[in-house]
């Protein structure tokens, strides 16, 4: 029997599993800083007292509120789509604030209802992964399904892979961009795919 007889949902992380940022974060930070008459900050450590990196929050803010400073991976929508054309329920479970569901994801072609049915994000549930509390939600959200009739992809050990296992779900990751932790991944237990398009392989064959 393939996994994909024995599952009813399966869920994703969004950024950096169904989509990607274009260039490196940091770029974006520097942008806002420009905008605003600044020099680039060191995005992870601020140095701005609080009205200037207000100004600078807000534009970030603004271009991450838009779809404009992501890119869709090719294998996203034909995955979601060939998943609930085998009549499987598929859920969305992103730390993420409304725009995604409402303004993001349908200009980037992929809307609830042709590529998925449900989403979970943080900013509406007031609950981020890696609390297991938000697979929950998920398994809910897919009308109260069991847990191991449910698998959650996404890109993440801390975030996905053990807090979904943790609730009784099946796991997969995805190291679409060939990180070291791959391999610590895989010594955990995790089974590691590069892409969508093994991940469906998988899912068939095993």
Known sequence: MSMLTKLRCITLDVTGTLIAYKGEL??????AAKSVGLPCPDYKRYDYDEETFEKVFR???????????????ADSQPFLRWAR????????????????????????????GSEWDFGVFSGLEGVEKPDPKIYEIALERAGNIAPEEALHIGDSM?????????????GLLLDR???PDAEDWKKSGA????????????????
């Open 26 to 31: 940091g770029d974006y930070y520097c942008m």
């Open 191 to 206: 089974t590691v795919l590069p892409d969508l398009v093994a991940a469906q392989e998988w899912l068939v064959n095993n």
């Open 158 to 170: 801390r975030k996905d892979y053990v807090p979904a296992t943790s609730v009784g779900m099946h």
């Open 59 to 73: 534009r970030i803010y603004l271009t991450f509120g838009s779809a404009a400073p992501y890119t869709l991976f």
């Open 177 to 179: 961009f060939k990180t």
């Open 85 to 112: 054309k085998k009549g499987l329920i598929v859920g969305l479970v992103s730390n993420a604030e409304y725009r995604y569901q409402d303004v993001i994801l349908p200009a980037l072609g992929l809307n609830q």
